[in-house]
Structure formats: structure tokens, C-alpha cells
């Protein structure tokens, strides 16, 4: 998702707020590298935004690069799982795309995939598949976050919004809770630490399996000179 930064000074995105969430340390070690685009996040939201559905595959791919000339042509396999699950699924309809909000009191900013005007619901696009129920926990910080923003930028006030699965050809309707607002809260303070150049501590259950800065993350230690020295032969 891409975000603008109509919003105050210093103001941080939301996607770096739900980095901060996911593992402060990876957001702190990935901070100044370059954001390559795989290209599922537009082939989702293109097909989530197809007025036609299901669409027509050809058609689609044709604006998909339009709108991504540098995606690889391996995606369109991507697009065509996508579409089979997809194709009996309801997305929720829209009147505005790509809503720009911001909370000047929380500093922070984003921007809402869909919005419906007439039904007044919000849908934020994912090109991740879904968990067996409910929204994964960075979705459900993700959407607290816009709900919030969208209150105080733009004075529409709603309890909750849909997160499209869009590999799984699911959607789901969430209300944040106070957890998933503390959860916020909480990102947000770690966030700000990491762009200050802090880095964080290990968090207990940091996603550290497929984790690419697993070397940054833990140097090994440093063999020192007195166990050299004094070794007992
Ligand atoms: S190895 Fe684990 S703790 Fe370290 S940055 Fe990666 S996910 Fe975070």
C-alpha cells in the first residue's frame, strides 16, 4: 500500500508503524533499504477494484502493466490463482479508492484502499492469505489505525471495516479492540525509537524464522583476546 504524507512534520506512515509491530528490529535494520515491489499488492487491489467481477484475465493483466511496467511476467500466474478464488466471492463495494488520512494527534498517516460512501464501510487490500478466523493481529492494528485517522481527518466515524484476502478469496469484517489500539499505541512509541536510530530489544515472539537480518540481528560475539591468551592447554 502506498501512502502520501499530507500531515504534519515528522508525521510516520502506517506501514512503518505495522513494521515496528511485526519486529522492531527488523524495521530498524530495514529502514533505509530500497522498497522493491513484487507486484501482488497491485494485482490485488486491481482485481478488488474491478468494477466487471469476475474480470476479464487478459484485460486485467493489460492495466496491471499499465499501472506496474516493471512486473514480472511470472505474476500473471499469481493473478490467475487470485482470480479463481475470488471469482465467488462478494468484494465489498466502493465509491472512493486510495483515501488519504492522517492523525495529527497520533502523527501518523496512510492511505484506505476502498471506502463506500453509500454503505459507509472501509476495506483494506491484503496479498497475504488469511488466518483460519478473524484478521491477523498487524490487520487488525493496520485498520485501527485508519479508522482512527479517518475520524480525525476526515470526520467519518465507523467501528470497524473489512480486510480483503485477496489470495484466499476471503474477507472479513473487523471492529479494533482495545487491545489492537494499545497494540497501536505501543508500535507507534517503537517506531519513533527506531527512526530516532535506536535500536530496540529482542521482542519474546519476533518473527525470526524467515528473518533476512538474522547475522545483523545477532553478531556473533566477539572471541576475546584473554581467552586467547590464558587458554588452558
Ligand atoms: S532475527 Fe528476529 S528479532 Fe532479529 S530482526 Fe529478525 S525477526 Fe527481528
Given at each position: ?30 529502514r ?5 515491489s ?17 474480470p ?53 498517516y496512510?492511505?484506505?484502499d ?38 480525525e ?70 572471541t ?7 587458554k588452558?592447554?
Amino acid at each position: 500500500m502506498t501512502e502520501s504524507s499530507e500531515t504534519c512534520d515528522n508525521a510516520i506512515p502506517i506501514s512503518s508503524v505495522i513494521q515496528a509491530y511485526r519486529c522492531p528490529r527488523r524495521f530498524y535494520f530495514s529502514r533505509h533499504d530500497k522498497i522493491v515491489s513484487t507486484g501482488r499488492y497491485t494485482i490485488c487491489k486491481q482485481i478488488s477494484l474491478n468494477i466487471v467481477h469476475p474480470p476479464d484475465e487478459d484485460a486485467l493483466w493489460d492495466e496491471i502493466c499499465l499501472i506496474e511496467p516493471t512486473i514480472n511476467p511470472d505474476m500473471r500466474e499469481y493473478l490467475s490463482h487470485c482470480l479463481v478464488s475470488t471469482a465467488h466471492t462478494p468484494l465489498p463495494t466502493w465509491t472512493d479508492s486510495d483515501i488519504a488520512v492522517n492523525s495529527k494527534r497520533y502523527g501518523i498517516y496512510g492511505q484506505i484502499d476502498k471506502y463506500d460512501a453509500q454503505s459507509g464501510s472501509i476495506s483494506v487490500i491484503r496479498n497475504s492469505g488469511s488466518p483460519s478466523k478473524g484478521c491477523w493481529s498487524d490487520d487488525r492494528i493496520r485498520l485501527a489505525a485508519y479508522l482512527l485517522c479517518l475520524r480525525e481527518s476526515r470526520g467519518i466515524d465507523l467501528s470497524g471495516g473489512y480486510v480483503e484476502y485477496i489470495p484466499d478469496g476471503i474477507v472479513r469484517y473487523y471492529e479494533p479492540q482495545p487491545r489492537d489500539r494499545r497494540g497501536l499505541i505501543q508500535a507507534l512509541v517503537l517506531a519513533r525509537k527506531v527512526l530516532s536510530g535506536n535500536l530496540p530489544a529482542k521482542p519474546v515472539h519476533a518473527p525470526c524464522t524467515r528473518c533476512t537480518y538474522q547475522k545483523q540481528c545477532n553478531p556473533e560475539k566477539p572471541t576475546l583476546l584473554s581467552h586467547i591468551l590464558f587458554k588452558k592447554r
